[in-house]
């Protein structure tokens, strides 16, 4: 029977540094403030507005080759595969190990960022990245590759709060901060077209090893031009006795556990299996750990004087939690559709690298395109209705990848406005709730508000691809069971429709959802007077 390649993987996407689940830390008296989506911190917090573009050209030129140089992955896993020797069921640690640290050490990089400074932060992790992305080419097996690609991700987690955090400080709401996070998100729409096609050539003509190398020297242009453009804070760093007595270590390392066993066990058990002992035994663990934290920072916050790593109060407030859930179902819908669009291409119709990659350009063309449009409306447009329209139009893109369309109607029939609709829902989603964040935080928490918003992201989409890809496994094996005479393709082109049809589903939630806790007329990027 034939199923999908790396079925479990998570593909780099620009989505990881860009698209952000929705967790924010606050103040309480900040919690009365919020009535509606578009509140803002008081004006007194805010830095001067802008008054030039130099700042948004940073932003542009900082994060369209850092997201190209990690987008390029998914598509050559088979190359580095036969290389080394790595069977196709463990594959996805290529991509799952860059994640597992990404994810595990967003919010103590987040709150290093905050005490020490964005700008060192943002700058050592992406030094950091440089070098470990010139030696992972020279990895001589498996476990050698893995080991780097989790490097990898421990110097991209410095990056995506601090950059995030950086706009958000820098900016006061208004036409600036609008276009500020539209060019950031258009940065990461560039990258993940480029990427495509620059790893689909090399891959077709070149070695692997290549694209590595390659990526590595736009990591250190991003670190040059990180070192120019990036202006320095106008708050002092505090001193490094601050590690001991501003850094909740406890709390880190308790949250910092469960997202890595968490995320260790949901990618284990697609290769092992569910029923094994040891990946249950660590989903227990993991959520043992990530009780332990909750309970851990509503002690600090309600009977110590010492920070704690998340404000536990902040959950006090419905429209974070449904932001939250909106955050997790509307990026693990678009980011399986992704994938299941990739196996559909390659593993269904038989496509080489070049010609899947030259099917995803539409996704890159409309990022930009709908982050300018998203610029325009966050000013002008309701945030609610913002947020339904997105996720109505991946919604609409899952779904013309379920219905049963035969396989051999023209890509511009189908497929094209589905690449162009998911992205567009994406890419307006994505700049309306990161300005959300950032204007309800206070100017020193933003970093580490940007560090949760992707890590609670990171579990959305693991959890969302193991579902997506039992559904996909069940409906296969059992067709392949009832419908031997018509062979594997049929029963693999039903698994991935199933799997369409419950991304469909993630969509319709996180609609539902916006529908009933974000009815109001507030514009998030109005500004407030």
Known sequence: MKTPRNAGAQPETASNGSIDGFITVMQPSVDKKLAAIGAVPSKEKLEPEIESAQELEAGQKLYLPLTLAVQSTVIILPSIGRDLNIPAERQQWIISAYYLTFGCFLLLWGRFADIFGRRSVFLIGSAWLTVVTILVPFAPNEIVLDLFRGLQGLGAAANVPTAIGILGATFQPGKYKN????????????????GNIFSGVIAQYVSWKWIFWASAVLCGMVTVAGHILIPHSKVEASPCSSLVVDVDWVGGTLVTGAILLLNFALTEGNVVGWTVIWVLVLLLISLILLAVFILWIWYLERKTERPPLLRISIFHNSRFNAAQVIMATFFAAFNNYLVYATYFYQDYLGLGPLDTAIRFIPTGIMGIVGNIIAAKLLSRVPGSYLLVFSCSCVGISCLLMAVPIPPSTTYWAYSFPAMVLSTLGADILHPTLNLFTVQCLPVEDQALGAALITAVLQVGRAIGITIATVVQISV???????????????????????????NFSLAVAACTVALLFFRGKEKVGAIRR
């Open 179 to 194: 276009y500020a996070f539209a060019i950031y998100s258009a940065g990461s729409s560039c990258g993940s077209v480029l």
């Open 476 to 502: 296969e094996r059992r067709a392949t069971s009832h419908r031997e005479a018509e062979g594997d393709s049929s029963a693999l082109l039903l698994g991935l429709r199933a799997s369409q049809w419950f």
